[in-house]
């Protein structure tokens, strides 16, 4: 009989190589995105925030300065 854990729990397993294919993929994004954004880093950005059900505005360096503190937290975690 399985536990309410084993029934309530998704199991995801990856490899290393799913892992680096993961990274991979974020630095394009984050490479596209600097590509595009690097030289106006003032300019800002409007937009809902979904988890907080409320419009937010951000600068273009505020945005990137966010995602790679959240990058750098996730693969230190790893």
Same mark, same amino acid.
């Given at each position: 009989? +399985?536990?309410? +854990?084993?029934?309530?729990?998704?199991?995801?397993?990856?490899?290393?190589?799913?892992? +680096?294919?993961?990274?991979?993929?974020?630095?394009?994004?984050?490479? +596209?995105?600097?590509?595009?954004?690097?030289?106006?880093?003032?300019?800002?950005?409007?937009?809902?925030?979904?988890?907080?059900?409320?419009?937010?505005?951000?600068?273009?360096?505020?945005?990137?300065?966010?995602?790679?503190?959240?990058?750098?937290?996730?693969?230190?975690?790893?």
């Amino acid at each position: 009989m +399985r536990s309410s +854990r084993e029934t309530t729990e998704t199991s995801l397993t990856c490899t290393v190589q799913d892992i +680096r294919n993961l990274f991979s993929e974020v630095d394009e994004m984050v490479e +596209r995105f600097l590509q595009e954004y690097s030289y106006r880093p003032d300019e800002r950005i409007a937009g809902e925030i979904l988890s907080l059900h409320a419009q937010k505005e951000y600068s273009i360096l505020q945005l990137i300065t966010h995602v790679m503190t959240h990058e750098f937290h996730h693969k230190g975690q790893i």
